[in-house]
């Protein structure tokens, strides 16, 4: 789902304000990864 979706705005979004989303989204994802450790794998644990 794109950035687009996310909005209310009735107007079509021009290709500039679509890459300008993406950017931000790409941007936030790098700065956010990896977010935290994964959980310890357990076998033991159902």
Known sequence: ??????TDD???????????DEEKIDEASEESFPASDPPAFN???P
């Open 1 to 6: 789902m794109s950035a687009a979706f996310l």
């Open 10 to 20: 009735k107007e079509p979004r021009t290709d500039t304000e679509k890459k300008d």
């Open 43 to 45: 076998p033991s644990h």
